[in-house]
């Protein structure tokens, strides 16, 4: 299966990080600022074909996407690849001197939320995200533009059962931990060495929250401080401060 990938930064990013399967590029017809000069140079170096096109041959390649015929360039590309065993991630993640950080995503649907996670988790030093077969939007061209390329360098897994999977984490010495509005243990006072190592981060749906089998599995259940009128933050947002509450912990402890 081959998909259509457009915006600078999504072609950008997969180009970069060369995990899909790269087939050709085509470029509107027109005049091309720096930054697409720039983009043309790193597929022809990864030897991609370079096509250029007319307007009638771009907006038969665009469909009836109004955004992508705005674009200047589209990238041919298979399909992010995806891990279907949980087992696995410590060996594709590799070894990090923080831990290998996880973030799994129960029951969170929108790709809006989830391309945001994924930036965020990327640029929190998250090496992994978990999502289950249901109730979690497909890794689509969308879902990459919504995160600006940044799950292009993500290690996805898509698991049957996130209880399963939390399971087989903690079985390999994960310690998982989750946010919860009514949890007891405020996130900045958690000990250092509770968000040190390898962790699962749990984010549950905005409204549902954790479901009850995978916040069993929980080991440490915190709440975000709050001192405005809100009762809750988005999960995107909530995702953003747990994984840089972590990323400044563990920068402390690992850096000189």
Same mark, same amino acid.
């Given at each position: $299966?081959?998909?259509?990938?457009?915006?600078?930064?999504?072609?950008?990013?997969?180009?970069?990080?060369?995990?899909?399967?790269?087939?050709?590029?085509?470029?509107?017809?027109? @005049?091309? +600022?720096?930054?697409?000069?720039?983009?043309?140079?790193?597929?022809?170096? *990864?030897?991609?074909?370079?096509?250029? &096109?007319? !307007?009638?041959?771009?907006?038969?390649?665009? +469909?009836?996407?109004?955004?992508?015929?705005? *674009?200047? &360039?589209?990238?041919?590309?298979?399909?992010? @690849?995806?891990?279907?065993?949980?087992?696995?991630?410590?060996?594709? &993640?590799?070894?990090? #001197?923080?831990?290998?950080?996880?973030?799994?995503?129960?029951?969170?649907?929108?790709?809006?939320?989830?391309? !945001?996670?994924?930036?965020?988790?990327?640029?929190?030093?998250?090496?992994?995200?978990?999502? %289950?077969?249901?109730?979690? @939007? #497909?890794?689509? #061209?969308?879902?990459?533009?919504?995160?600006?390329?940044?799950?292009?360098?993500? &290690?996805?897994?898509?698991? /049957?059962?996130?209880?399963?999977?939390?399971?087989?984490?903690?079985?390999?010495?994960?310690?998982?931990?989750?946010?919860? @509005?009514?949890?007891?243990?405020?996130?900045?006072?958690?000990?250092?060495?509770?968000?040190?190592?390898?962790? =699962?981060?749990?984010?549950?749906?905005?409204?549902?929250?954790?479901? /009850?089998?995978?916040?069993?599995? =929980?080991?440490?259940? =915190?709440?975000? #401080? $709050?001192? +405005?009128?809100?009762?809750?933050?988005?999960?995107? !947002?909530?995702?953003?401060?747990?994984?840089?509450?972590? $990323?400044?912990? %563990?920068?402390?402890?690992?850096?000189?």
């Amino acid at each position: $299966m081959r998909e259509r990938l457009y915006g600078r930064h999504v072609i950008e990013e997969a180009l970069r990080a060369g995990r899909r399967e790269l087939h050709r590029l085509w470029v509107r017809s027109g @005049p091309l +600022g720096p930054e697409w000069r720039a983009v043309l140079e790193l597929g022809r170096l *990864q030897g991609l074909v370079v096509e250029p &096109c007319d !307007t009638q041959k771009w907006n038969s390649l665009a +469909g009836s996407d109004e955004e992508a015929r705005q *674009q200047r &360039c589209l990238l041919e590309a298979g399909p992010l @690849p995806v891990l279907n065993d949980v087992r696995k991630l410590r060996e594709k &993640c590799g070894s990090h #001197p923080g831990g290998v950080l996880v973030v799994a995503l129960d029951g969170v649907e929108d790709p809006q939320n989830v391309g !945001t996670l994924a930036r965020v988790a990327d640029a929190a030093g998250a090496q992994a995200l978990l999502l %289950t077969n249901r109730r979690s @939007p #497909p890794l689509s #061209p969308a879902l990459s533009r919504a995160s600006a390329g940044a799950i292009e360098w993500q &290690c996805v897994a898509r698991i /049957p059962n996130l209880v399963r999977g939390l399971k087989d984490l903690k079985e390999g010495g994960f310690w998982v931990l989750a946010a919860d @509005p009514d949890a007891d243990q405020v996130l900045f006072d958690l000990p250092d060495a509770l968000l040190a190592g390898d962790l =699962v981060v749990v984010l549950g749906a905005e409204g549902r929250g954790l479901r /009850p089998g995978v916040r069993a599995q =929980v080991d440490h259940l =915190v709440s975000l #401080p $709050m001192q +405005g009128r809100v009762a809750s933050l988005n999960v995107a !947002t909530a995702g953003a401060v747990i994984l840089y509450e972590r $990323m400044r912990r %563990t920068r402390i402890r690992v850096e000189p």
